[in-house]
């Protein structure tokens, strides 16, 4: 016993002072893609990009609710390298907002009465609508001391009559339809839903599947969505903390 308690006070102290200071992120971390915007006639690789996370419009943008954050995105444009910045800033309001081109529109706060309800404490049933679990892992590893979610007010709760939203992972399978059905009406009103991982945005790997529907947005209203295969617990967290109205900076980057 002694001894954890040695070993406890060499550990010292170990929360992150996040969003006071963005820790630095190891070198094979993939935050936001950054997608080569010069050229204009580019070729996409589909055999690299089989859920169409480039996209060619006028010019070339990529949709982070299908980017599954893999190595063969880097070359899936004949000219130009993707580049996966360091920046894990990614969540946002609106779907459309997640195609980007040269800047994002990351996620605004809630209405202020909505805020006022919410702001200073926000409880969240979690539903895992067919993920494979590292959406899940990602989230549950923001309670752990590192992360500390509750400290900013945020905690998970068992049922959803308890919650004030929704926090989903999955493409949505057709055996869990009804229980996120029922689940969502449960939650008494004025709910939030926030979409977590590129299957919960999009259908993500399983996009078209005959047994799955392709995000939560099929079934019900999204207020936030998250994007990453899986979303680091920063990323999840900054989209908390954006829809609460505690990170009002940069709201476009
Ligand atoms: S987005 Fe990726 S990590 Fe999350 S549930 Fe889907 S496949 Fe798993």
């Given at each position: ?15 992150l002072?996040?969003?006071k ?34 996209v060619?419009?006028?010019?070339p ?7 599954l ?13 993707l ?11 609106k ?24 702001g ?37 709760v ?38 977590v ?16 529907h ?8 999204v207020?936030?969505y ?7 617990p ?12 505690r ?7």
């Open positions: 016993m002694w001894g954890v308690i040695v070993n406890r006070f060499k550990q010292g102290f170990r929360t002072s996040y969003p200071e963005i820790p630095s992120f190891p070198k094979r971390f993939r935050g936001r893609p950054i997608i080569p915007t010069t050229e204009t006639q580019f070729l996409i690789d589909k055999e690299k990009d089989p859920l169409g996370a480039v060619l419009e006028k010019k943008a990529i949709d982070m609710g299908k980017c954050f893999n190595e063969d995105m880097k070359t899936v444009c004949s000219k130009g390298t580049i996966y910045s360091q920046d894990h800033r990614m969540a946002v309001s779907r459309e907002d997640l195609i980007i081109q040269d800047e994002v529109r990351l996620a605004t706060a809630l209405n202020e009465k909505t805020r006022r309800i919410f200073r404490s926000l409880k969240l049933r979690e539903v895992c609508a067919g993920s494979c679990g590292g959406c899940d892992a990602e989230i549950q590893a923001m309670g752990n001391v590192v992360f500390d979610l509750s400290r900013f007010g945020i905690q998970f068992a049922s959803p009559r308890h919650a004030d939203g929704l926090m989903i992972t999955g493409p949505v399978t057709k055996n869990m339809e009804l229980a996120l059905r029922k689940t969502y009406e449960a939650v008494p009103q004025s709910k939030i839903v926030i979409a991982g590129a299957c919960a945005i999009s259908g993500g790997p399983f996009q078209g599947g005959k047994e799955v392709n995000g939560v947005e099929e079934l019900i209203p207020d936030l998250i994007p990453g295969c899986p979303p680091h920063l990323t999840i967290l900054d989209g908390l903390l954006r829809l609460l109205g990170l009002q900076n940069e709201k476009r980057i």
